[in-house]
């Protein structure tokens, strides 16, 4: 009787196996490689906020050295020592860990009800790391309870000090829309009167390079310092409980559209060829601003009392 002879496999049934056999481990790899990361990204990302809303307050350029405001009113240079910033130099850059100290020192996370009332998140019984993760795509202004972010001022933390009892430097809100191919967040800051804009950034856009996305650059960002929120009506008079809120992004210049107007004061320069994304920031200032105006109405009468505003 003859042996019967072992059956080849073909060339095509070898390699196909071959690649199911390599795909198998490069997706391994690939699942351990984004789970090793998914930590370090995600840290990455929280920092990123951090330093927006620094470079929004003018605690932070956007070179990366920390900034303070001398005698003069000017911004200026600064570095971080003994828990405070104090007169330096711009090749004084801050770490990731100064920065981190600071925004925790300077930047406090609150909530705002409906009323314009503040509450912290420990009066309110919410966690605040589940809150921040939970809204941060869909927004935090038409929430019952509002995220905003107190700035306070340039001196050492003290424990036993109540910070809702500290002057503030001026707050900070989250600021969420769309632009012309998907969602757009950045924060925007305002003075103590609740009006006058301190900076802005926007952090997380995905539109077009060259055009849209010249919103993040510090160039256009830079043409909102002293924009008012609220639209001023005639004679230098604003009813903040019917003014409308919001800054817009004008087609053109500012200068040529509005010149010397009220309108012009709460306006900013557009953006060539990027009309769509210019309308869609028009639009997130607005609806994220508008949920916020009893507590700046508030922020404002409190503010008046101890200043010369009406």
Do not use: H
Request: hydrophobic share 40%; with cysteine; proline share 5%.
């Amino acid at each position: 009787m003859s042996q019967e002879k072992p059956k080849k496999v073909n060339d095509s049934t070898r390699t196909i196996i071959y690649m199911v056999i390599l795909s198998i481990v490069c997706a391994l790899i690939l699942s351990t490689i984004a789970s090793v990361l998914e930590k370090p990204q995600a840290e990455a990302k929280a920092l990123d906020r951090n330093e927006q809303m620094l470079i929004a307050s003018k605690i932070l350029s956007y070179e990366g050295y920390f900034l303070i405001t001398n005698e003069a009113g000017e911004l200026v240079p600064a570095k971080y020592q003994d828990g405070v910033l104090i007169p330096g130099s711009k090749e004084t850059i801050a770490s990731s860990s100064q920065i981190l100290e600071l925004f925790n020192q300077r930047l406090i996370p609150l909530l705002v009800d409906d009323k314009g009332d503040i509450k912290t998140f420990k009066e309110a019984g919410i966690n605040e790391k589940e809150y921040l993760s939970k809204f941060k795509k869909s927004g935090y202004a038409n929430l019952p309870l509002k995220l905003i972010y107190k700035i306070l001022p340039n001196q050492k933390k003290d424990e036993t000090v109540d910070f809702k009892e500290i002057k503030e430097e001026g707050w900070v809100i989250p600021i969420n829309g769309f632009g012309l191919w998907d969602a757009i967040y950045g924060y925007l800051a305002v003075k103590p009167d609740a009006d006058t804009v301190i900076g802005i950034t926007w952090y997380d856009q995905k539109e077009t390079p060259g055009l849209g996305a010249n919103i993040a650059t510090p160039e256009w960002q830079n043409l909102f310092p002293n924009k008012l929120i609220f639209l001023e009506g005639p004679n230098d008079k604003t009813d903040f409980k019917t003014a409308p809120l919001g800054i817009t992004v004008v087609k053109g210049k500012v200068s040529e559209v509005l010149g010397d107007s009220p309108k012009a004061k709460s306006a900013v320069d557009g953006m060539a060829g990027a009309t769509l994304t210019g309308n869609g920031v028009t639009d997130a200032y607005r609806d994220s601003l508008g949920p916020y105006r009893t507590f700046l109405i508030k922020a404002r009468e409190k503010y008046s009392k101890n200043t010369d505003i009406k």
